[in-house]
């Protein structure tokens, strides 16, 4: 069975369920997200022994903000439409991706996954070498993208495909409000002589990068170039911490099977899709031991 005889097989009472989004489920995730980061930005702060080790944690409750990113895209964080746009708005203001650009993307990727000529995740291929791989991982390139992003949008430059020639504006002026916000807190810090962003903020996104990166090379990564996304997308199993920080991602074959399914019904959707799934994994280092090893191959 591929997805689409899946999805044609629920019946309509299933939709319903499954398509039940929740304000409360999604602000209860929310305030243990960034109530988490704000605990651990501010043991940080006060210097608490062996706080250098905590900038890891911080930079990875930090740069997973961009699954709560991912969920807003979709509209599926919260019921509440503009709860999702402020939110959505926050997280990519806190991983430098500006939120409405990044939505179009996404969205592209949704309707051309894994085709090689229309996949905007797959313009600069997955890596193929192991310095390739240890590339990416570094997080420099995704860096590096999103600067760029942020200061041709700013320039009114933007010519991706998938950004609808009538909201060039909206991305205009999103990335002008972002560098000019960014310019304000830099300027604050330095007038009030304050390094404490550099440590609970620019630092832990710094590190926690290579982790976002590894994460999200397992969803896709070495899958089919077909249609089907029980085939062209993988679900990783996992433990419930990873599954909390990236709000149920893991579980993404099911979300590529049905895209408005919210984060906390995705675990009952994996019940009904897993007879069916071709690409799975037990794990993320087991998935990146294979990788790493194609790759010396």
């Known amino acids: 069975m591929d997805h689409r005889q899946f999805m044609n097989s629920l019946s309509a009472e299933q939709r319903r369920m499954l398509t039940r ?12 997200h960034w109530g988490a980061i704000l605990v651990v930005g501010g043991l940080i702060a006060m210097r608490v022994p062996g706080w250098p080790l905590l900038i890891v944690v911080q930079g ?8 709560l990113l991912h969920e807003t895209c979709h509209q599926t964080a919260f019921k509440t439409p503009r709860l999702n746009g402020l939110v959505g708005y926050v997280c990519g203001f806190a991983i430098v991706l500006p939120a409405n650009w990044f939505r179009y993307f996404h969205l592209a990727h949704h309707r051309h996954t894994q085709d090689p000529d229309k996949d905007p995740e797959l313009a600069n291929g997955k890596p193929e070498t192991l310095w390739q791989y240890l590339v990416l991982v570094s ?13 041709r949008n700013a ?33 604050a810090c330095i007038a009030l002589g304050s390094s404490q962003l550099l440590y609970v903020w620019v630092l832990p996104a710094l590190a926690g990068q290579p982790f976002l990166r590894l994460y999200l090379l397992a969803e896709h990564g070495r899958c089919p170039y077909v249609a089907d996304m029980f085939e062209n ?3 990783t199993f996992t433990n419930w911490v990873v599954r909390k920080v990236a ?6 074959t099911e979300h590529h099977a049905y895209p408005t399914v919210p984060f906390h019904l995705l675990p009952r959707l994996h019940e009904l899709t897993r ?13 990146h031991r294979k990788y790493a090893a194609d790759l010396k191959r």
């Open 139 to 151: 997080g420099a390139p995704v860096w590096r993208s999103h600067v760029r992003t942020l200061g």
């Open 247 to 252: 709000w149920n991602m893991p579980f993404h």
């Open 21 to 32: 989004k929740s304000d409360f489920k999604g602000l209860a995730a929310l305030a243990v």
């Open 60 to 67: 990875i409750l930090v740069i997973f903000l961009f699954t």
């Open 155 to 187: 320039a009114g430059n933007c010519d991706d495909d998938f950004v609808p020639r009538g909201k060039l504006r909206l991305v205009r002026d999103e990335a002008r409000v972002m560098i000019a916000a960014y310019l304000f807190v830099a300027a």
């Open 275 to 287: 007879p069916h799934l071709k690409e799975t994994e037990n794990g993320y280092s087991r998935f």
């Open 233 to 235: 997308t993988r679900t």
